[in-house]
C-alpha cells in the first residue's frame, strides 16, 4: 500500500516556484466561495511522525484566510471529554457550513496506537473503525466534504528525519524517547495502518497518501489535492440540487494544477528494467524451482491450503509465458487455469466479481487467472467501461474479496508483468513477422498502447490501493522472460511456504 | 424492535379475497417486465421458525412464473462449500439479471446462530455482520434489489404454532426436537436478531418486520412490499440512467393496495388507554418515587453512570408536566433540561445530532430532552424538511448514537407521551380558555392535529426501528396525567437501578 509512497518523489525549487503562487491563489478563491457553501470540509492528517503533518496545517494557514479556519489536535482527553463517548470531542469540534476544518490525527490515533501496543484485538480494532466508518459516513451522508491524508515516510526515511531534527538545536526538542520507541514498532504500524486506510477507504472519504519526505512535492500535492475535491464536491452538490439552476452547476473542474506534481514518476517507473538471467542459470533455477512447486503444492493439498494466482501486465509482457512454466510444478487434476477475457451475456448479467467467485479453488488446489478482477480498475476503467464511481469502490471491493480466501487459508498472488514501452514495440514488431505468433496480435493491442500513459496511472493507483499486507502485489521486470518467469516462480514457492509453516505452527 | 410486530394483526376471509387476486396480478404484470430489466431482485425471508417463511416462498412460486424464479435454502455446506470461503455458495447461486431469487435465512443463519449458542462473541458477531453489509452493499451498488423480511411470532404464538403443527399428524414431522431447544432460547434469539436487523438495515437493503401469526396478513404484507420495493426500484434506476427516455422513467409508483394491509393497526392503537391512578394513591407513589430517585441518582454520581433521557409525544400530552415532576428527584447542580426547538441558523448549519452530541451529560450526571433527535423522523419527516433518504438513514444514526452513550455507561430512556386524540382535543380547548395556558396553543399545534395519521404512521415505524434491547422505547398512557408521570418515574429509577447493579457486580 505504501510502496507507491516511497518512490523517492521531489519538486525543484523553481517548479515550486512556478507552481505554488497560483496554487495558493486558486485555493484563496475557493475558499472565498466555500464561505456560503452549504457544507464544510474536514481535512484529516494521519501519518508517520515526521512526515510533515504540522508543517503542512501550518502552510496552509499562511496561504489561507486563517479566520474561516479551525485546527485540532488532540492528545488524552480532557476531563470534559474522558467523561463522555470518545467522539463526544469531534462532535464538539466539528466545523459549521462554509470552513475548513484541519484535524491532526484525530478519530485514528487511539485506534491505531492501541492495536500497535496490543491493547487491542485485531476484532476490537476492526469494530472501531467501523465505528470511524459510521461517523464519517454520517458527516458525508450531510453532505461535509471530508478529505483525508496519509503522510508517509519510509522507514529509513522516518530515521533520516528524525536525525535531522535531532542535529539542529532549534528542533531537537521535537523528537522525543516516544518517537524512537515507535520508530522500532515501525512495521506493525505499517500493518495496523495499512488495515486502517484499507477499511475506512470506503465510501465518500478515500485516503490521499502522500510521500511526505519532500517539503515542496508534499505541499503542492496537499494542497492540489484539496482544491481538486473542494471544487469537485461543489460541482457534484450544484449537480444533485434540483433546485440549482443549470448556469450554477458549471463551477468549472480544471485546473492546471494536477494535483500529482509528479505524475511522471509511478511505482513502475522505479523499477530496474535491465535486470536478466542468463540461459545457462535459468535452466537449473528453473528445475530447481518446479520440482520446489510440486513439492509444496503437494504438502499444501494435504493441509487443505489452497492458491489463487492472479496475472496482469502489459500486452505481450509474457503472461501466457510464465503461466505455462508454472504448469508443470502442479498436479493438472488438482490446478486449473482461468483466461480471462471481455465477459460473456451471460457474466456480464451478473456482479463482475461472480466469473471469479465461481472458479475459487477448494482446500488445497490452485487456480490461476490469466487476467483477473483487476479488469475492472484496468481496462475498464480506462477504457470507460466502468463509470468512476465504480471503478472506485472496486478498490474496496476487491480487498474485501481477497481477505476472505486469505483468512480462508489461500496463498494470494498477483503479479503485474512489468515490460517497457519499447520492449512492446520490439515484441510486437517480432510477433507480425511470425506466423505461429502473429494471430495473438489484434487491433486492440495497438489501442491499448496509445493509452500507456492513463493505463501506468491507472496500475499505480491499483497498486496503491490494493497492495495489501494479506494480498501483496509482486512487481515483474518482465523485459527479460527469463528473470521474469524465475522470479514468478520464487514468489509462489516463497508464498505457499509461508502459508505452510503458519499450518504447522 | 418486536413490539411492533405483536399487534395481532390479521386479514378478514372476504379482504382477503378481493385484495389477493389483484396483488397477484400485478405482481406477475411487474415479473413481466422485471424480465428485461438490467438488474436482478434477491428476496431474503429470515425469521423465527413456524412463521411462515416457507410458506410464503412456496405461495408466491404459485403467483409467479416459476421459469424466473429460484428458491434456495442452506443447511449445512456441503464438502464443496465447505472447502471455499463462506461467501461462496451464495455468490454462486445469485440470480442474474430480470430473474427474482428467494433465500432462505441464507448467510444470516450461522451468524446469528452462532451467537445464540454463545460460539462466538459479540465482537465477532458483529464481524460477520460487517461482512455481510460488505456482501450486500457490493450487491446493491451494482443495481441489484434486496428485499429482506423477518418474519416474527411473540414467543407464545411461537409455541401456539408448534403445538398446533405437532397435533396435526400431516404437519406434526415439521416439529424437531430442536426447534422446542431453539423455543427455550427465544430471548437470545430476539437479542440477537435484533442486533443483526439494527446493523444490517443500514443503506440500500432495509428489514421489513412482518408479523407472521396470521397468514393472510403476512401474504399481502410480503407481496404488496416485494411489488412496490421492485416498482420503486425500477423507476429509481429508470430515473437515474441518463440514457433513459424521459417517459421509460415514468413507471407508475402507483399502486391501490398499501403494502400494510392494515394501517390502522399501529402500536399506539394497542395501548390501553383508559389506565388511570387516583389521586391519593398517586401523591403517595409520588413522594416515594421522588425520594427513591434522589438516592438512585447520587449513586449513580458516584459510580460515573450518566442518564440521557428523551421526551416526544403529542402536543399537549404532558411532556413538560412529567419533566417537573423528575426535577425534584434530581440534584440541579448535575441536571439540565434540554428544550429543542426548530434548529437555530447556527444550529442548522452542522449535522443534525450535533446540538444533541453537545449536551451529552459528564459521567454520573444527567440530562433531560423536551423532544429529541428523533424530530428527524417525526416532525422533520411529516413535514418534508428532511428527504425520504435522510429520514431514511437516520434511524441507523441514531441507533448508532444510542449504541455509542449506552457502551459508555449511560442510562437511555425514551418516552413517548401517548393521548387520544379526543383528549387532545379536549386540552387544546382547556387551554384557549385558560389565560396562562393559552401562551402554549399555537397554529401550529392545530397543523400538527390534522396531521395524525402521517405521524402516527412515522412513530410506529420510529418504534419499530429504534426500540433496541439497549435502548428501549416507554410506551406512556397518557390521557391520565398521574397515572403517566408514575410510569415515567418509575421507569427512570428501574433503569438506573439495572445500571448500577450492573456496576455493583
Same mark, same amino acid.
Given at each position: 500500500? #505504501?510502496?507507491t509512497?516511497?518512490?523517492?518523489?521531489?519538486?525543484?525549487?523553481?517548479? %515550486?516556484?512556478?507552481?505554488?503562487?497560483?496554487?495558493?491563489?486558486?485555493?484563496?478563491?475557493?475558499?472565498?466561495?466555500l464561505?456560503?457553501?452549504?457544507?464544510?470540509?474536514? /481535512?484529516?492528517?494521519?501519518?508517520?511522525?515526521?512526515?510533515?503533518? $504540522?508543517?503542512?496545517?501550518?502552510?496552509?494557514?499562511?496561504w489561507?484566510?486563517?479566520?474561516?479556519?479551525?485546527?485540532?489536535?488532540?492528545?488524552?482527553? !480532557?476531563?470534559?471529554?474522558?467523561?463522555?463517548?470518545? #467522539?463526544?470531542?469531534f462532535?464538539?469540534?466539528?466545523?459549521?457550513?462554509?470552513?475548513?476544518?484541519?484535524?491532526?490525527s484525530?478519530?485514528?490515533?487511539?485506534?491505531?496506537?492501541?492495536? /500497535?501496543?496490543?491493547?487491542?484485538?485485531?476484532?476490537?480494532?476492526?469494530?472501531?473503525?467501523?465505528?470511524?466508518?459510521?461517523?464519517?459516513?454520517?458527516?458525508?451522508?450531510?453532505?461535509?466534504?471530508?478529505?483525508k491524508?496519509?503522510?508517509?515516510?519510509?522507514?529509513?526515511?522516518?530515521?533520516?528525519? #528524525?536525525?535531522?531534527?535531532?542535529?539542529?538545536?532549534?528542533?531537537?526538542?521535537? /523528537?522525543?524517547?516516544?518517537?524512537?520507541?515507535?520508530?522500532?514498532?515501525?512495521?506493525?504500524?505499517?500493518?495496523?495502518?495499512?488495515? =486502517?486506510?484499507?477499511?475506512?477507504?470506503?465510501?465518500?472519504?478515500?485516503?490521499?497518501?502522500?510521500?511526505?519526505?519532500?517539503?515542496?512535492?508534499?505541499?503542492?500535492?496537499?494542497?492540489?489535492?484539496?482544491?481538486?475535491?473542494?471544487?469537485?464536491?461543489?460541482?457534484?452538490?450544484?449537480?444533485?440540487?434540483?433546485?440549482?439552476?443549470?448556469?450554477?452547476?458549471?463551477?468549472?473542474?480544471? $485546473?492546471?494544477?494536477?494535483?500529482?506534481?509528479?505524475?511522471?514518476?509511478?511505482?513502475?517507473?522505479?523499477?530496474d528494467?535491465?535486470?536478466? &538471467?542468463?540461459?545457462?542459470? %535459468?535452466?537449473?533455477?528453473?528445475?530447481?524451482?518446479?520440482?520446489?512447486?510440486?513439492?509444496?503444492?503437494?504438502? =499444501?493439498?494435504?493441509?487443505?491450503?489452497?492458491?489463487?494466482? =492472479?496475472?496482469?501486465?502489459?500486452?505481450?509482457?509474457?503472461?501466457?509465458?510464465?503461466?505455462?512454466?508454472?504448469?508443470?510444478? &502442479?498436479?493438472?487434476?488438482?490446478?486449473?487455469?482461468?483466461?480471462?477475457t471481455?465477459? $460473456?451475456?451471460?457474466?456480464?448479467?451478473?456482479?463482475?466479481?461472480?466469473?471469479?467467485? *465461481?472458479?475459487?479453488?477448494?482446500?488445497?488446489?490452485?487456480?490461476?487467472?490469466d487476467?483477473?478482477? %483487476?479488469?475492472?480498475?484496468?481496462?475498464?476503467?480506462v477504457?470507460?467501461?466502468? !463509470?468512476?464511481?465504480?471503478?472506485?469502490?472496486?478498490?474496496?471491493?476487491?480487498?474485501?474479496?481477497?481477505a476472505?480466501?486469505?483468512?480462508?487459508?489461500?496463498?494470494?498472488?498477483?503479479?503485474?508483468?512489468?515490460?517497457?514501452?519499447?520492449?512492446?514495440?520490439?515484441?510486437?514488431? *517480432?510477433?507480425?513477422? &511470425?506466423?505461429?505468433?502473429?494471430?495473438?496480435?489484434?487491433?486492440?493491442?495497438?489501442?491499448?498502447?496509445?493509452?500507456?500513459?492513463?493505463?501506468?496511472?491507472?496500475?499505480?493507483?491499483?497498486?496503491?490501493? !490494493? $497492495? !495489501?499486507?494479506?494480498?501483496?502485489?509482486?512487481? /515483474?521486470?518482465?523485459?527479460?522472460?527469463?528473470?521474469?518467469?524465475?522470479?514468478?516462480?520464487?514468489?509462489?514457492?516463497?508464498?505457499?511456504?509461508?502459508?505452510?509453516?503458519?499450518?504447522?505452527?
Amino acid at each position: 500500500m #505504501f510502496d507507491t509512497a516511497e518512490l523517492d518523489r521531489k519538486v525543484s525549487k523553481e517548479d %515550486y516556484a512556478e507552481k505554488a503562487p497560483l496554487l495558493r491563489q486558486e485555493l484563496l478563491e475557493t475558499q472565498i466561495i466555500l464561505k456560503e457553501a452549504p457544507f464544510p470540509v474536514i /481535512v484529516l492528517f494521519g501519518g508517520v511522525d515526521g512526515a510533515g503533518k $504540522s508543517e503542512t496545517i501550518n502552510l496552509l494557514h499562511e496561504w489561507l484566510d486563517p479566520r474561516w479556519l479551525i485546527a485540532r489536535a488532540y492528545g488524552k482527553p !480532557t476531563e470534559e471529554a474522558a467523561q463522555r463517548p470518545s #467522539f463526544w470531542r469531534f462532535w464538539r469540534d466539528l466545523p459549521p457550513h462554509g470552513r475548513i476544518g484541519f484535524f491532526l490525527s484525530a478519530w485514528y490515533s487511539d485506534p491505531i496506537l492501541n492495536r /500497535v501496543h496490543n491493547k487491542t484485538s485485531d476484532a476490537e480494532f476492526d469494530e472501531e473503525l467501523d465505528q470511524i466508518l459510521n461517523f464519517e459516513k454520517g458527516l458525508t451522508d450531510d453532505r461535509v466534504l471530508i478529505v483525508k491524508f496519509w503522510m508517509h515516510l519510509g522507514r529509513d526515511a522516518q530515521k533520516e528525519r #528524525f536525525q535531522q531534527l535531532e542535529e539542529d538545536p532549534l528542533t531537537s526538542w521535537r /523528537v522525543k524517547e516516544k518517537d524512537w520507541e515507535n520508530w522500532e514498532k515501525y512495521d506493525d504500524f505499517t500493518e495496523a495502518t495499512e488495515r =486502517a486506510i484499507t477499511k475506512t477507504s470506503r465510501g465518500q472519504a478515500p485516503w490521499h497518501i502522500v510521500e511526505g519526505a519532500d517539503e515542496r512535492y508534499r505541499t503542492l500535492s496537499v494542497a492540489g489535492t484539496l482544491l481538486e475535491r473542494i471544487k469537485r464536491h461543489t460541482q457534484q452538490l450544484a449537480a444533485s440540487s434540483e433546485e440549482a439552476s443549470p448556469e450554477k452547476a458549471k463551477v468549472e473542474l480544471s $485546473s492546471d494544477l494536477s494535483y500529482n506534481p509528479t505524475p511522471e514518476i509511478t511505482i513502475l517507473s522505479q523499477l530496474d528494467m535491465t535486470l536478466n &538471467l542468463p540461459k545457462p542459470e %535459468y535452466s537449473e533455477r528453473l528445475e530447481e524451482l518446479q520440482g520446489r512447486l510440486n513439492q509444496l503444492s503437494r504438502q =499444501a493439498q494435504e493441509a487443505g491450503v489452497s492458491t489463487v494466482i =492472479a496475472f496482469e501486465g502489459w500486452d505481450a509482457a509474457g503472461k501466457g509465458g510464465a503461466i505455462r512454466r508454472i504448469i508443470p510444478g &502442479l498436479d493438472s487434476r488438482l490446478s486449473q487455469v482461468i483466461p480471462i477475457t471481455a465477459p $460473456s451475456a451471460e457474466e456480464f448479467s451478473y456482479h463482475y466479481l461472480w466469473r471469479f467467485w *465461481r472458479h475459487i479453488p477448494m482446500a488445497g488446489r490452485v487456480t490461476i487467472f490469466d487476467r483477473s478482477w %483487476y479488469g475492472r480498475v484496468l481496462v475498464e476503467r480506462v477504457e470507460g467501461y466502468a !463509470t468512476e464511481e465504480e471503478w472506485m469502490r472496486a478498490y474496496a471491493e476487491i480487498n474485501d474479496f481477497e481477505a476472505q480466501l486469505v483468512s480462508n487459508r489461500t496463498v494470494v498472488c498477483k503479479f503485474w508483468m512489468n515490460i517497457t514501452k519499447e520492449e512492446q514495440g520490439d515484441r510486437f514488431e *517480432r510477433r507480425k513477422k &511470425l506466423p505461429h505468433k502473429k494471430w495473438k496480435l489484434t487491433e486492440e493491442d495497438w489501442r491499448n498502447r496509445e493509452k500507456w500513459d492513463a493505463y501506468e496511472a491507472a496500475v499505480n493507483e491499483m497498486i496503491e490501493r !490494493t $497492495s !495489501t499486507f494479506r494480498a501483496r502485489w509482486t512487481l /515483474v521486470e518482465a523485459n527479460n522472460k527469463r528473470f521474469a518467469r524465475i522470479k514468478v516462480l520464487e514468489t509462489i514457492c516463497d508464498g505457499l511456504e509461508k502459508e505452510l509453516a503458519k499450518s504447522e505452527a
